[in-house]
């Protein structure tokens, strides 16, 4: 099974309202990525936050890590019809050195 | 742009067929990865390769090899196909050994098989 385990699996808003998705993981972690996929192609990496990190923002994005609860979430505020993609979290893992990705949530902006 | 090329964007094949995928990192990065993404199984590691050498495994099939040549290219061969392994493939690459940062996803190459 998936390291990460994003919720909801899909989310539908009207533009200009906030967009939050959570992440969930497993096991230790060294970081915690979030990346966006449009439709049909590839993943774009949008923020890490490191695991001594508990909030990073970039832009409209604002990123939170609870190690304790091992939980992620990430807010898209203002959201517009562009932002409509996959979102999905990857935890870089401590003891495997490698990434594993959730399976996703699905965000749909209406205009 | 990530600067990550694969090829062939589109490949329709049957049954039984072999196939080879190809990726160019993006210039400087030294680590490679290669990640299916089908429908019902969400995005699998494959495998990667760091300078040339296999540096991690994942839930490849024993049908799958990949190699990374000197030139830091590398190919991602699938055989036997089965309908089961329709999906996008991507590659994606990375400065460092350690899969644990950001990571540059090529726009993938969509397999059919028929």
């Known amino acids: 099974s998936q390291q990460g385990e994003e919720d909801p699996q899909a989310l539908s808003i009207q533009e200009g309202e906030n967009a939050t998705m959570n992440c969930s993981y497993k096991?230790?972690?060294?970081?915690l990525q979030w990346y966006r996929q449009n439709s049909g192609r590839g993943l774009v990496h949008l923020i890490l936050?490191?695991?001594?990190?508990r909030e990073k923002h970039s832009g409209r994005l604002r990123v939170t890590l609870d190690t304790s609860k091992k939980s992620s979430s990430l807010l898209i505020t203002a959201s517009r019809a562009a932002d409509t993609a996959s979102y999905f979290c990857?935890?870089?893992?401590?003891?495997?050195?490698?990434?594993?990705f959730g399976d996703g949530t699905t965000l749909t902006v209406k205009p | 742009d990530s600067g990550v090329t694969q090829t062939p964007k589109h490949l329709i094949t049957a049954t039984g067929q072999r196939v080879t995928l190809r990726c160019s990192p993006r210039?400087?990065?030294?680590?490679v990865y290669w990640y299916q993404q089908s429908l019902d199984q969400g995005l699998q590691f494959l495998i990667q390769?760091?300078?040339?050498?296999?540096?991690a495994k994942g839930n490849i099939l024993e049908r799958f090899s990949a190699q990374q040549f000197p030139d830091l290219h590398s190919e991602l061969n699938l055989s036997s196909l089965e309908l089961g392994d329709s999906a996008l493939y991507f590659c994606?690459?990375?400065?460092?050994?350690?899969?644990?940062?950001?990571?540059?996803f090529g726009e993938g190459s969509r397999l059919t098989v028929l």
């Open positions: 994606a690459s990375s400065r460092q050994a350690q899969n644990t940062g950001e990571l540059f």
């Open positions: 096991t230790s972690i060294n970081n």
């Open positions: 936050i490191r695991s001594n990190e």
């Open positions: 990857a935890t870089g893992d401590t003891n495997a050195g490698k990434s594993t």
């Open positions: 210039s400087g990065d030294l680590s």
């Open positions: 390769y760091y300078n040339g050498e296999e540096r």
